[in-house]
Nanobody, 125 residues
Framework: QVQLVESGGGLVQAGGSLRLSCAAS????????MGWFRQAPGKEREFVAAISRKGGTTNYADSVKGRFTVSRDNAKNTVYLQMSSLKPEDTADYYC??????????????????WGQGTQVTVSS
């Protein structure tokens, strides 16, 4: 099993930047595909980004492509989400997730079997 703890959320003005971190403990971090999801009030949890086990391959939702960057440091057991040019519609709780059932970069929540508790991001206009 793996335990995930997100940090780095907060309040930022539109156009600003934030970097989220997700620290993992437990089994070997490099064996997990990692993903980021977000959930806005009253909405379904949606895919944001995913990164392969060694970090060489990434995938993004169209809504964040070109503004967000996912990366990982396996030596630190941490995955990051660098968010730039933030918009009010990026306001949500952000969750990191891990999957060890496949090496594919999944984009649906059902394909991830471990989740963090979330960190809140608020973008003011």
């Amino acid at each position: 099993q793996v335990q995930l703890v997100e940090s780095g959320g907060g309040l930022v003005q539109a156009g600003g930047s934030l970097r989220l971190s997700c620290a993992a403990s437990g089994r070997t971090f490099s064996t997990y595909v990692m993903g980021w999801f977000r959930q806005a009030p009253g909405k379904e949890r949606e895919f944001v980004a995913a990164i392969s086990r060694k970090g060489g391959t990434t995938n993004y939702a169209d809504s964040v492509k070109g503004r967000f960057t996912v990366s990982r440091d396996n030596a630190k057991n941490t995955v990051y989400l660098q968010m730039s040019s933030l918009k009010p519609e990026d306001t949500a709780d952000y969750y990191c997730a891990a999957r060890d059932t496949s090496i594919l970069l999944a984009t649906t929540r059902d394909e991830y079997n471990y989740w963090g508790q979330g960190t809140q991001v608020t973008v003011s206009s």
